[in-house]
T-cell receptor
Framework: TQLLEQSPQFLSIQEGENLTVYCNSSSVFSSLQWYRQEPGEGPVLLVTVVTGGEVKKLKRLTFQFGDARKDSSLHITAAQPGDTGLYLCAGSPEGTYKYIFGTGTRLKVLA | NAGVTQTPKFQVLKTGQSMTLQCAQDMNHEYMSWYRQDPGMGLRLIHYSVGAGITDQGEVPNGYNVSRSTTEDFPLRLLSAAPSQTSVYFC?????????????FGQGTRLTVV
C-alpha cells in the first residue's frame, strides 16, 4: 500500500504552460517535503511545508499544504525546460518514524 | 564534506548470491534509511534506523537485512539475490527539526540481478 499517491504520474507540456502536481494521503503528516530528482542522482529538497493551509513560493513554484495535513500540491507557473525532472513528495505519517516518498510525477517541459 | 557515501555504484549479481551495500554519513544524523527505486517510480522504503542499535522495517523489507552498529554506518545486506531486486538503491541520512525533515542521499547503487 502506497501511503502517498501523486498525480499525474507523467506530464509533458510546452514551455510557458502552467501545471499542478498533487500529493494525497489518507494519513496525517506533521510536515511534507517536496524533492526534485535528476536522472542518475538522488532527490534534492525543494521545500518543506509544516502548517495546515500553508503556502510557500519558490520563484515560479508554489507549494501548498492541505488544511487537514493529508495532502499537498505543487504548482509551476510558466514552466521552463530546466524544470524537467521527477518530482517527489515525502514525509512521515504522524505517529511513525517511517520517512516515505510519494509515487512520483515525471515532468517533461518541451522547448 | 562527503555527506552520504554509498558503495558500490554498480553491481551485477547472479540469482542466489548475497552482497552488502555500504552506506556511511559524516553529518552525525541519527536517522538513516534505505530505499529502492524502480524505473520512473518513486522511492520505496526498505529499512530505516533511528539511531545506533535500532532498526525497523519499511514498506518493502523482504529479502533485505540491515544493522546499525555506529551512527555513521548503515549497511544493507541482500540475503539471496533475486531478479525482482534489480533496482537502484539509495541510502539516505536525515535530520528533523521543528517538524521539518531533510533527507540527504548517496549517489545510488544500480543493481542488476541476472
Amino acid at each position: 500500500t502506497q501511503l502517498l499517491e501523486q498525480s499525474p504520474q507523467f506530464l509533458s507540456i510546452q514551455e510557458g504552460e502552467n501545471l499542478t502536481v498533487y500529493c494525497n494521503s489518507s494519513s496525517v503528516f506533521s510536515s511534507l517535503q517536496w524533492y526534485r530528482q535528476e536522472p542518475g542522482e538522488g532527490p534534492v529538497l525543494l521545500v518543506t511545508v509544516v502548517t495546515g493551509g500553508e503556502v510557500k513560493k519558490l520563484k515560479r513554484l508554489t507549494f501548498q499544504f492541505g488544511d487537514a495535513r493529508k495532502d499537498s500540491s505543487l504548482h509551476i507557473t510558466a514552466a521552463q525546460p530546466g524544470d524537467t525532472g521527477l518530482y517527489l513528495c515525502a514525509g512521515s505519517p504522524e505517529g511513525t518514524y517511517k520517512y516515505i516518498f510519494g509515487t512520483g510525477t515525471r515532468l517533461k517541459v518541451l522547448a | 564534506n562527503a555527506g552520504v557515501t554509498q558503495t558500490p555504484k554498480f553491481q551485477v549479481l547472479k540469482t542466489g548470491q548475497s552482497m552488502t551495500l555500504q552506506c556511511a554519513q559524516d553529518m552525525n544524523h541519527e536517522y538513516m534509511s534505505w530505499y529502492r527505486q524502480d524505473p520512473g517510480m518513486g522511492l520505496r522504503l526498505i529499512h530505516y534506523s533511528v539511531g545506533a542499535g535500532i532498526t525497523d522495517q519499511g514498506e518493502v523489507p523482504n529479502g533485505y537485512n540491515v544493522s546499525r552498529s555506529t551512527t555513521e554506518d548503515f549497511p544493507l545486506r541482500l540475503l539471496s539475490a533475486a531478479p525482482s531486486q534489480t533496482s537502484v538503491y539509495f541510502c539516505a541520512s536525515s535530520y528533523s527539526s521543528w517538524g521539518r525533515t531533510e533527507a540527504f542521499f548517496g549517489q545510488g547503487t544500480r543493481l542488476t540481478v541476472v
